[in-house]
């Protein structure tokens, strides 16, 4: 049995995530911020969230032998950047048309719709700043010539996430189907508009942690399973599952122990992962 605590390690690495957050994109007086853009960046950016993305950028580089430091902290807040544009554009009303997110109103709501698309382009490409940082600040931290390559795979692995092959076409896609009803259809739309961004996130801690070909593909494994996995769990929490309830329930289970087994090769660092999957699959 392990002993591992997942929710301190939660609660610690959570804390430090959104302090980097805050402290990065922080308040400008009015005249500096015209239209309120930043204010409404973060507005939506530092409402209270699980930080789930950023959260699997430490784990998967923990799990490779790699501890968070400043630039890998960088790289997982910069994950949360394209999360967070993604919620406040599809909650625009051309996309999703919702009026609620994370308990307070949504950006659009309280920004007006220019504002909120501005600071959704805004949050995108904020992200790939802090990503090249994160990557120029671990290469002259340890001198290591190496770092520069695996900067550039991770942010070829978030850029494919967030667009045309991973969240924008995901968006695209389940805006033409409408009811989705076989569950090929749905593992198909939840890997692309969710699991993208979290095979994203395994892939930017792994790179920047600098795992090896074996490890790196079991972690892509992983954050593809997860990925669905959890839309899945989100599904059935909001009773829109495809089967019966139970049936739901038992591929959830499925897809969850597939994310734990893709960790065959790793030791007690990657309990983090597991953990969150273990999690997942109690619901």
């Not at 076989?182 to 790179?207: D, N």
Request: glycine share 8%.
């Amino acid at each position: 049995m392990s002993t591992f605590d997942l929710e301190s390690w939660l609660r610690t690495r959570r804390a430090e995530i959104d302090a980097l957050l805050a402290t990065r994109l922080a308040a400008l007086p009015p005249a500096d911020d015209p239209g309120r853009l930043v204010e409404s960046m973060r507005y939506s950016l530092l409402s209270p969230g699980k930080r789930l993305r950023p959260l699997l950028v430490l784990a998967a580089a923990e799990a490779v032998g790699c501890e968070p430091d400043e630039s890998l902290l960088v790289a997982a807040a910069a994950v949360e950047l394209v999360h967070c544009y993604s919620l406040v554009h599809d909650d625009l009303p051309a996309m999703d048309d919702d009026d609620f997110r994370r308990g307070q109103p949504t950006n659009h709501k309280a920004f007006g719709e220019a504002t909120a698309i501005l600071a959704g382009d805004a949050l995108l490409t904020l992200a790939f700043q802090w990503l090249a940082e994160a990557g120029m600040a671990a290469g002259a931290t340890t001198g290591d010539s190496g770092v520069a390559q695996r900067a550039l795979r991770a942010i070829i692995a978030l850029a494919k996430a967030a667009g045309m092959s991973g969240m924008v076409r995901g968006q695209a896609r389940d805006m033409q189907v409408g009811q989705v009803e076989s569950l090929e259809a749905i593992e198909l739309l939840a890997a692309e508009k969710t699991g993208a961004l979290f095979r994203a996130a395994m892939e930017v801690g792994a790179s920047l942690a600098d795992a090896g070909p074996a490890k790196m593909a079991a972690l892509i494994r992983f954050g593809e399973d997860y990925g669905v996995a959890f839309q899945h769990a989100d599904d059935l929490a909001d009773n829109e599952h495809v089967g019966t309830q139970a049936e739901a329930r038992q591929h959830l289970q499925t897809l969850t122990q597939a994310a734990i087994d893709a960790l065959s090769l790793f030791d007690k660092r990657a309990e983090p992962l597991r953990g969150l999957a273990r999690r997942l699959a109690a619901g």
